[in-house]
């Protein structure tokens, strides 16, 4: 497959490593421009390319990119890529320690359905709840025991069927997480967040998770990860 990834930081980087070693085109961007990835790049294997030009290299964009950012991204980046595109979000609302106040987010919006709002594009929500370093070292063929399972959340059965094969091909047991206004089971701090979980206990703890909770689960996260710095 064409997979465009805008973004080339920890995530994107890893994602364009991998997807490219096993057989895809990959495209890549950053806000400074392909001619800043050129070394990175070609060592991945991907092709460094503007924003615009990832948004429209093929059958599959993953925006892996601060969620603050979203905001930043040309208006109507998608308006001429066809329908049939899959957008993937594999972004975490992180207020205090790095996007902060996004009004509707802290008015009870979930974080992708807002991302999806920003870009006029229904998205899929994935790789969100795996931290960088196991999704860089912890991929393992299907059928391997303790296989990490990843949550995948959208409405179009066609583009997360498409998604679900994809953590698969990247080592990952792909469990669906539901519709997108499910995907905040999958949010910051969640019981299925970033645990490395193996498919049974995915779902128990996307079930578990208590919607109330959300601004309370990111919360806890963010302090987490500030005590760890
Ligand atoms: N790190 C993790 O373990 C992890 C795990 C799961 C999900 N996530 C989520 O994944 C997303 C990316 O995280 P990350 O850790 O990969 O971030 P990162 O290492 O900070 O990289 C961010 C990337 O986004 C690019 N970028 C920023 N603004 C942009 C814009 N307006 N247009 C195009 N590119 C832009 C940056 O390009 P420049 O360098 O040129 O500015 C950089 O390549 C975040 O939402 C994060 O919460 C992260």
Redesign the pocket.
């Known amino acids: 497959m064409k997979i465009g990834i805008?973004?080339?930081?920890?995530?994107?980087?890893i994602l364009a490593r991998h997807l490219a070693e096993i057989g895809h085109h990959v495209s890549i961007?950053?806000?400074?421009g392909p001619e800043?990835l050129t070394g990175s790049a070609a060592e991945i294997g991907a092709t460094p390319v503007s924003?615009v030009d990832a948004a429209r290299a093929g059958d599959i964009v993953i925006l892996?990119?601060?969620?603050k950012?979203v905001a930043?991204?040309p208006r109507g980046l998608f308006a001429n890529v066809p329908s049939r595109v899959v957008v993937i979000d594999?972004?975490?609302y992180?207020p205090e320690l790095r996007d902060g106040r996004i009004d509707a987010i802290d008015r009870g919006m979930l974080d992708s359905p807002w991302v999806a709002r920003e870009i006029g594009r229904p998205v899929i929500k994935a790789?969100?709840?795996?931290?960088?370093?196991s999704?860089r070292t912890k991929g393992v063929p299907r059928g391997t025991r303790g296989r990490i399972a990843l949550p995948v959340a959208g409405d179009s059965p066609d583009a997360k069927a498409a998604v679900l094969r994809l953590v698969d091909d990247l080592g990952f047991d792909p469990v669906d997480g539901g519709s997108l206004d499910d995907s905040w089971r999958q949010q910051t701090g969640t019981p299925a967040y970033?645990r490395d979980l193996e498919a049974a206990a995915l779902r128990r703890a996307l079930a578990e998770a208590d919607r109330s909770r959300i601004a309370e689960y990111r919360a806890e996260q963010e302090a987490r990860i500030r005590r760890s710095l």
């Open positions: 805008i973004g080339a930081g920890s995530m994107g980087g961007a950053n806000s400074r800043s924003v892996a990119i601060p969620t950012a930043d991204l594999i972004g975490n992180h790789f969100n709840s795996i931290f960088s370093e999704l970033c």
